[in-house]
């Protein structure tokens, strides 16, 4: 099987050939949350014809989902980005997560459930990128230390060779991407939550801290 490439210097290399041709292709950015965001949008904004695509419905109550929008939208709002970005988002349907994950409620963190999960909303920002003709999608969720990249990474060519849509890739947690990310939240003092969205992964936090 042959190796993919390492993902955060396949972007580089992007960027510097698109910079060397004088190109700013456009980019559907999937966003899980502002946070993950913040990075992504100050290290891509000026490469990229950026909007950002909120699609996640793994997120356990409509408060949740509407709190992070509204997070998302702001913290692009109040950044001085160099040009500018557009915030949409998908509706609120878990019932697509539920029967994306069917019979894997009780799979491990980080297992098959969360595979799935990657895949729903990795393929629907491809079509949603299709459709109003964008020449990259992408997504954030490879900038948190708890996410596999490598396999978002797979997940994203798959789909790009099915859709017919290019694939960034990224490994956005490398060169302290990450910590920026934290340091950009605490600047724009945004909510950030502390379990990735789904009912699962609440109710093991919550496990996790009655045990304690």
């Given amino acids: 099987m042959e190796q993919m490439p390492d993902p955060s210097r396949e972007l580089e ?3 510097a050939e698109n910079t060397k041709a004088g190109k700013r292709p456009s980019l559907l950015m999937h966003a899980c949350c ?38 998302l939208k702001r913290l692009v709002r109040e950044m001085p980005l160099e040009f500018p ?52 999608f992408s997504t954030t969720l490879t900038i948190s230390p708890l996410k596999n990249s490598r396999l978002i990474n797979r997940l994203g060519q798959r789909i790009a060779a099915e859709t017919g849509v290019s694939f960034l890739p990224s490994d956005f947690k490398k060169k302290n991407g990450f910590k920026r990310s934290v340091e950009l939240s605490k600047e724009y003092s945004l909510y950030r939550q502390n379990y990735c969205g789904c009912v699962f992964s609440k109710r093991r936090l919550e496990n996790q801290n009655t045990a304690e």
């Fill in 34 to 71: 502002a946070p993950c965001s913040s990075y992504v949008l100050e290290y891509l904004n000026s490469h990229f014809q950026m909007d950002m695509y909120y699609f996640n419905p793994n997120i356990d109550s409509g408060e949740e989902y509407d709190h992070r929008i509204s997070e």
């Fill in 13 to 15: 290399r992007i960027i």
């Fill in 85 to 136: 970005c557009k915030v949409t988002a998908g509706e609120y349907s878990p019932q697509l997560f539920y029967q994306a994950v069917k019979g894997l409620e009780d799979a491990a963190e980080g297992g098959e459930r969360c595979a799935r999960c990657f895949e729903l909303r990795l393929r629907q920002t491809a079509l949603t990128a299709v459709q109003q003709g964008y020449d990259y």
